[in-house]
């Protein structure tokens, strides 16, 4: 991977674009090596004259020593499998930035400072870099900052592109080399480096100044944390004091298809609507199928009347979370007694299940292949059978309602199906009549007059249920 | 004196203080057996004498208690013991655990009491507090039959206790110690013409029939033994013959009987007591009303004999006539009795005026076979490891024995119906009784700590995290449980090549198993494509009657993590249909007498099911290397002539050649798959048909046979193979140039595998398969410049034992998951299984080996 430096001097400027060296610390007419804990790096200059100097700043990751090394810990065994690190610009290349050119990073220089505190048109390319998000995640980290770019594809991969990136911008080179400290890692958006406290610190050592403006400041401050919720949670709340609760919250694997659904907050109104039609019915204990990080579990210990909420969800990371958000840890035995997490699954019965008055499957079917749909019928309403299941799930007759979808998209990475209004309909009304209970099928959502609203919702009671 | 107890029951002293109830126990019972009030009393306040603390004390002792009798061990109560309430307590611990209490009273003088304790540290109290015992002991001696003890021993002075010897026997029920073999048979009801049937097709020798009162007696001339469930008279045509048969085998020893509900209310009826004849006990009354007294009374005493379960064969075998659960097997209490007899009702009746029962079978874990009567089916079915085997002859049905351990039903219809039941007998789904309760699996089952014994030798252990995880990635990506039989194993990389530009050769795997002694191999090409489980029945319906599914199809083909091959379900139908075509016109369906098969293949191309892994990982690494070297040399041309810059450019060079070899070995593997006939499929291993799991073959009758199949559909790719001895020079030699030219020709490796496919060596298995990978494959798996000097020279430190470990215990697990769907054992034992290897697959072990 490497950097080349380019700096111009128009005609009539008033130094010579060969001065490059004296800003980098480097002479012009030697091969500088130096080996760092991330690799090897050569300096050297392909051209220098009065008006163009180009600096190129090469990294030879060692790539046994990347998987032998420390990075082990923080990427578990996928980086021992076979990729682009040690070969494409990520945050190996900002660390080794900064042991080699770290002066320059913080605006000195010995003999030129007066160039190095003034804005100087560059031209900086960075190739190979891998970008997680394509042309648009490019676009949204410079373009604020005020650089023109260009970025020719290496190959046509989809989702993690690898691109040749050439920036330009008229800026103090500290600053630059700042911005590509931060961002380089970010457009990379993988594994690395950054991993506790003392990471944060860095980034807001490099960003303090810039960051808190920039409009992609959640999105950086997410990548570069890799996604570690509480550090993004600290990181942003130092970065500035207004958050938006709702933002705070969208776990990153949501954002699509929260984004696609953002402007009419559905799923707070689905959430909503779930609970009310629970205390409609007068239920006490409430099963909280796929509760993920425990939002609806949160609106329902709220209620006097509810009793007892057991949220159930398959992933472990999922539940800790959720057991932190609802501050079960530092909870009193009541509360405990009201609210308990257990880790279990959709498509396997579970003795535990028994006696609820209620259950909730909010926007979780759709998660289960279709195939596999049959065992939870079983498991939920012919083995476990509470008095009541709320089940919501998208109305795919809606898609076409959201700007930006493709057709034959669905809304999730993880939906395996979406169903339209006759789909549920004919499915509810199959369950409901194999297992005894009766249906209630209600939009939920704004409805438009042709495609009906986004979500659709259908309240089953048991038969004889009270 | 000496007395007899049984060996698991609760032994309850009952004494004043100073009795000497500690000494005895110390004398009777290993020190692990008592569990004592003082030394609770003791852990839980370091003052064994603080009466304070004995609320805690007596709960740390019946909660010790308890663990051991759960746990099926004889337990010593050394308290005083003196109050009926405590008693009370301790005979209630006893029967939740369906242990027989015993009393071992201590009634000695408390005088003599007091002086033992003034020579006694901390035991300084006044001689009221063992006068007090004592007075509060003999009230209730005489109650101790009626509180529930099932034997009360009473010594009444010192010279008593030392005299005391104790022998302990084996429960009643207890008869692990016969092993059979048995013909368990149903419920008889008086069908006597079916029984002799029945006898006579198992093969027994029947003694002439004569009529009157004598017994009968049958036998079976290799000593096998009847197991009758009870229920032998009622409602049928023949009841006194019928109980003169099994009496007369009973008697003879070629035959055994437990306690039917049946004969216990016949036996009341004997004793005179005042029952009402129904459900047809009016025949047997005015069939053995007309016998004499004499008949009468051995009928009695021989039911009074009559033990509720039989616990066999080391345990792993119980005879109820109601079924049992696993709690109570080889145990007693009333509670036991009952349930075997009548089983367990939850108080309820349904429509046709019959108790509702509670379903034990569905819920039953245990590791004995339970074989019970009872409940009329239409057919005997295992659930579980349970069978009902009373197929309600008496009401038109037929009379069936088990044969155990061979597992065999064997069944006699009845000649008409004799009486009329209560309600219909249940008729089936159209699926067995086992598949109709494995369609669902419960989490809590395998929601911790798993320990899998296999049949290969050895337990596997699953920790809980790693059970966890194989359970959410199983819920969230794997198909339906019924089709995931097997999960195979990983499978071991050869010792490391120790010098030159290879990391793997040949040498290395014909060294490790020629020095174990292995002289017959099977050396296989190893295809780059991705494993691929192919189940594929004769048809659907074949499918469905196998696996119990219902969805209509004829097979699946699933990953090594046991997901959907194919997303689509039309082109996975096609792809199944064609291997089935496959099969029959190689006439494997007959060759092998089997409905189905399970097929281990690899599926081609690699881009056809890694395009995710292709697109995210290995073209960006292509690219990025390659650009990254071409860069490089695009601004070293541009330089001026540098000291250095030409050792960068010839390094630039070298990774830019190594970058296009990666590169060309990816497109070796992949190619447009946009129909059918672009697949390529190699099986390698036909691991099992129905009733036996194939791993007995060697493995060049596999590869013989499965070359049949290959020729039989041009989608199906043969394998290149052979069989050599790798300590004979010429085989070696010619092995070796073999995986030269397959893998300097792009070709992935080679697999070596001892051709026998289990092999025993000194310590536990041999490797059953090892892989050797080609110098050009090797760069998708360590990277494209693995092989630069500086870099192979370390990646040799390679440590190879975790994955050898790995593989062998995943293999044994695979293995056993299979004998078991081959054995129709219920699916949450298969289904262990395939967790298992899961689970073991997120152990942290070098992906790249």
Not at chain 1, 426 to 444: C, F
Not at chain 2, 434 to 459: P, V
Request: net charge negative.
């Amino acid at each position: 991977m490497q950097l080349e430096l380019t700096l111009y001097a128009p005609e009539g400027s008033d130094y010579a674009a060969s001065d490059l060296g004296f800003l980098l610390h480097k002479h012009p007419g030697h091969l500088h090596e130096r080996d760092t804990a991330q690799g090897k790096v050569s300096i050297f200059f392909p051209k220098v004259s009065e008006a163009e100097a180009r600096a190129v700043i090469y990294l030879d990751v060692d790539p046994v020593a990347l998987v032998r090394g420390k990075n082990e810990q923080s990427d578990g065994l996928l980086a021992q499998y076979v990729n682009d690190r040690p070969y494409a610009a990520n945050s190996l290349l900002s660390v080794a930035l900064g042991r080699v050119i770290g002066q320059t990073m913080s605006g000195k220089s010995k003999d030129r400072q007066s160039l190095a505190d003034r804005a100087l048109p560059f031209r900086i390319r960075i190739a190979p870099v891998a970008v997680s998000g394509g042309i648009d995640v490019i676009e949204e980290l410079f373009s604020p900052l005020g650089y023109e770019f260009d970025a020719k594809t290496l190959d046509d991969t989809g989702r993690r592109a690898v691109f040749d990136l050439d920036l330009t911008i008229t800026a103090r080179l500290s600053k630059i080399l700042n911005h590509l400290y931060v961002l380089v890692p970010v457009l990379d958006n993988a594994k690395h480096y950054w991993i506790d406290k003392a990471e944060i610190e860095k980034l807001l050592a490099k960003g303090g100044d810039w960051l808190p403006s920039h409009p992609a400041k959640e999105l950086i401050a997410r990548r570069a944390l890799k996604h570690r919720r509480s550090l993004v949670e600290q990181a942003l709340e130092r970065l500035s004091e207004t958050i938006d609760e709702e933002v705070e919250e969208e776990s990153a694997a949501d954002t699509g298809e929260e984004k696609l659904e953002k402007p009419i907050r559905l799923h707070d109104l689905r959430l909503d609507t779930v609970r009310d039609a629970i205390l409609a019915a007068g239920a006490r204990t409430v099963l909280d199928l796929g509760c993920g990080e425990g939002k609806l579990i949160r609106r329902l210990i709220r209620e006097r009347g509810i009793e007892r909420v057991l949220g159930v969800d398959p992933s472990v990371r999922t539940l800790e979370t959720a057991a932190r958000r609802l501050h079960l840890d530092e909870a009193g035995d009541r509360l405990r007694e009201r609210v308990q997490l257990q880790l279990g699954s959709l498509t396997y019965g579970d003795r535990r299940w028994q006696g609820f008055d209620a259950a909730t499957l909010v926007e979780v079917i759709e998660h289960i292949d279709p195939p596999r749909l049959a065992a939870l019928e079983l498991s939920l309403f012919g083995d476990a059978r509470p008095g009541m299941v709320v089940v919501s799930t998208p109305n795919r007759d809606y898609n076409v309602l959201f700007e930006g979808m493709a057709p034959g998209t669905l809304r999730h990475g993880d939906h395996r199906f979406e169903w339209t209004r006759t789909e549920f309909a004919n499915w509810a009304g199959r369950v409901a009549a194999t297992h005894g209970y009766a249906t209630d099928i209600r939009p939920l959502g704004p409805e438009d007059a042709t495609h009906g609203a986004p979500s659709q919702m259908c309240v089953f009671t048991r038969e004889g249920a009270a | 004196m000496k007395i007899s107890i049984p060996d698991f029951s609760l032994v309850v002293l009952i004494g004043p203080t100073g009795s000497g109830k500690s000494s005895f126990a110390r004398k009777h019972f290993l020190e692990t057996e008592i569990v004592s009030s003082d030394a609770c009393r003791a852990v839980v306040s370091d003052d064994e004498t603080d009466q304070a603390a004995s609320g805690d004390a007596f709960e740390l002792l019946r909660l010790t208690a308890g663990i051991r009798l759960r746990r099926r061990k004889l337990t010593v109560i050394d308290a005083t013991s003196v109050q009926p309430r405590d008693r009370a307590e301790l005979v209630q611990l006893a029967r939740q655990y369906h242990a027989l209490p015993i009393a071992l009273v201590l009634n000695i003088d408390p005088d003599l009491c007091h002086e033992r304790n003034q020579g006694r540290a901390n035991r300084d109290f006044g001689p009221h507090v063992a006068r007090n015992h004592s007075k509060a002991l003999r009230r209730g001696l005489r109650g101790l039959q009626k509180e529930g003890f099932r034997q009360v021993h009473i010594m009444n002075a010192p010279a008593e206790v030392d005299a005391l010897e104790i022998t302990r026997e084996p429960l009643w029920t207890d008869l692990r110690h016969d092993e059979g073999p048995f013909d368990i048979i149903g419920d008889i009801h008086g069908c006597f013409d079916e029984l002799t049937d029945l006898l006579t097709r198992l093969g027994y020798d029947l003694d002439p029939y004569a009529p009157g009162e004598s017994l009968l007696s049958a036998r079976h001339p290799e000593g096998r033994r009847a197991y009758f469930v009870g229920d032998i008279t009622d409602r049928g045509p023949r009841n006194v013959d019928c109980l003169r048969l099994v009496m007369g085998m009973c008697a003879e020893g070629s035959g055994h009987c437990v306690m039917g509900n049946h004969d216990f209310k016949l036996s009341k009826w004997l004793k005179g007591r005042d029952v009402k004849q129904t459900h047809g006990l009016d025949r047997t009354v005015a069939e053995l009303s007309a016998c004499s007294e004499a008949f009468r009374k051995e009928v009695s005493d021989f039911i009074y004999d009559l033990r509720s379960h039989a616990w066999l064969a080391g345990g792993r075998l119980v005879v109820a006539h109601a079924g049992l659960k696993a709690e109570m097997h080889g145990r007693g209490s009333a509670a036991v009795r009952s349930f075997a007899m009548f089983g367990e009702t939850t108080g309820e009746v349904d429509e046709f005026g019959l108790p509702v029962r509670l379903e034990w079978a569905r819920e039953y874990r245990g590791e004995a076979d339970v074989v019970y009567g009872h409940t009329p089916t239409i057919e005997a079915e295992w659930l579980n490891g349970t069978l009902c085997i009373d197929t309600g002859c008496v009401f038109g049905g037929k009379l069936t024995a088990l044969r155990w351990p061979e597992r065999e039903t064997v069944s006699i219809p009845a000649a008409r119906q004799y009486s009329e039941p209560a309600k219909p007998l249940d008729h089936g789904s159209g699926r067995t009784a086992q598949q109709d309760h494995d369609r669902l699996l419960y989490f809590d089952d395998y929601a911790r700590k798993q320990r899998i014994e296999t049949r290969l030798g050895g337990t596997v252990m699953i920790p809980e995290e790693n059970a966890l995880a194989a359970l959410e990635v199983m819920s969230r990506f794997a198909v339906d449980p019924r089709w995931l039989i097997y999960l195979p194993p990983t499978m071991a990389a050869c010792p490391t090549a120790p010098e030159g530009p290879f990391l793997e050769r040949p040498e290395q795997a014909l060294d490790f198993y020629a020095t174990r002694g292995v002289t017959d191999l099977v050396v296989e090409e190893k295809h780059m494509g991705s494993r691929a489980l192919i189940v594929v029945a004769r048809d659907a319906d074949a499918a469905a009657a196998r696996f119990g599914t219902e969805v209509g199809k004829a097979g699946v083909i699933y990953t090594r993590t046991g997901r959907a091959f194919f997303n689509d379900e039309a082109l996975e139908a096609a792809v199944v249909a064609r291997i089935g075509q496959a099969v029959g016109k190689a006439g494997l369906w007959d060759q092998l007498e089997t409905d189905w098969l399970l097929l281990d293949a690899e599926l081609m191309p690699w881009s056809a099911k890694a395009q995710e892994l292709l697109r995210k990982q290995y073209y960006p690494t292509v690219a990025a290397a390659r650009t990254s070297a071409e860069i490089l040399i695009e601004a070293l041309d541009a330089a001026q002539d540098i000291e250095g810059l030409e050792s960068l450019r010839a390094r630039a060079e070298t990774r830019r050649a190594n970058a296009l070899a990666m590169g060309r070995t990816i497109e070796g593997y992949c190619w447009d798959a946009s129909s059918i006939e672009d697949y390529r499929i190699a099986p390698f291993h036909i691991l099992a048909a129905e009733g036996r799991v194939l791993t007995d073959r060697p493995h060049d009758w596999h590869m013989e046979t499965l070359a049949t199949l290959c020729a039989a559909d041009p989608i199906l790719r043969t394998t290149g193979w052979r069989r050599i001895d790798p300590s004979s020079e010429a085989d070696r030699k010619a092995v070796i140039d073999w995986w030269l030219d397959h893998t300097g020709a792009g070709g992935e490796g080679m697999v070596f595998k001892p051709n026998t496919f289990v092999v025993k060596g000194e310590k536990g298995l041999i490797q059953p398969a090892m892989k050797v990978r080609g110098r050009d494959y090797l760069r998708i798996i360590y990277g494209p410049d693995y092989d630069l000097p500086e870099n192979i020279e370390r990646l040799r430190k390679r440590g190879l034992m975790r994955k050898f470990s790995l593989a062998d215990r995943e293999f044994r697990l695979g293995l056993e998951g299979l004998s078991r769907f081959v054995e129709r054992k219920p699916l949450r034992q298969i289904h262990e299984c395939a967790l298992g290897v899961l689970g073991l697959e997120s152990e942290p072990v070098d992906p790249r080996l």
